[in-house]
């Protein structure tokens, strides 16, 4: 096997505070093998590939926390794609998430079981993509906030099954639906869809196969019930309260705000969201960013996704620019790095293969000219993308499959 040799390189491995200048990473497989000062290394190989990354700043990949595969904005007249269609708009979406340096997807709900037939081709390495970790279809109540033409699930008995059969299919999460959301015309924020005992079923079942469970919840009073009953994440809480996030902060709740959906109403008109749903982005807008403030303030553990039917959002990807509009307020680029590369890691279980550059974890790195520590902004120049030891991206982008990716 040959070993990928990345030199001249500032590394920022996600645990000392400052870069280490002249660096040199060496992947061999999908691993990290060695780490050190430039000159220091005491192997050298004519097989082995070597990049100059001209002192490019080189830290973990990118995380996104929130996505799901198969979003889209489909006009009346177009009709509902097939299953073979979402696939191959799936595939398409997940390449240019890698190419733009995230390096694992963290999928909240898609259909028909194409995310785990992407993940299980990815992971296998038939084909080419970033790390996908999947919860399935969303369980969500008869009616509720993501049910597929209002088909859900009713009681305790029921939503067990349900949970029970996502995680035969394979799903590394559960995802539940507990209020009304944004795309549902006739629910409000606060309406409460899920019941406590149906919630508890989940969670239990979840956390008896090892899995963790994420909820889509927009009131305070969810987050509560959520927080109490074990959920694990917390999602877009468009309207959470100084005592939700209290109660949050006791059950150890990890928080993904999803701000970058409500931060810039236009996007949603730009991209064909229907005027009523534009209308409740609007009115989320400014108790979102309170609640995000409260959380911040408070030092509720976040991570970081985005929740959006693009990958890009003025001009970069979607994960960068949650990270940005989090900077705005206030938060230091190191912090947010971290949520998007350690924590994710860290609630997968997965802390001792990802999320760090350090010897012998997975090689899933990204590279930019100027340092991210200074600002996040930075990540909207990702010169370099390795994923599991595989160059995926070098400054000549990707070769052959560059030219299919979405665009900004
Ligand atoms: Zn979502």
Redesign the pocket.
Known sequence: MNRIVLTNIRLLDGITRAARDDYVVVTKGERIEWIGPRGAERFQDPTDMVYDLKGAYVLPGLWDM?V?LDFRMIPDSVGEPSLAESTLFAYRRALTFLNAGVTSLRV??THGGLDFSLRDGINCGEYLGPRILTAGPGLASTGGHGAIQGKGYDGPYEFRRAAREVVYHGADLVKIMVTGGIIGRHEAFDALQTMPDEVQAVVKVAHQWGRHVAA?IASAQAAVMCAELGVDTI?HGYALDKHALKVMKRHGVVYVPTLVVTDEPSYWSEVGLPHWAVAKVKQAASSHRLAVEMALEMGIAITLGS?LPTPFVDGTIGVVREMEALANLGVAPRDLIAWATRTPATIFGLADDLGTVEHGKVADLVATPENPYDSVRHFRDICFVMKRGRVVRAETGLPLVAGYLEHE
């Open positions: 929130h799901h909240v709900g889509h999602e929740d």
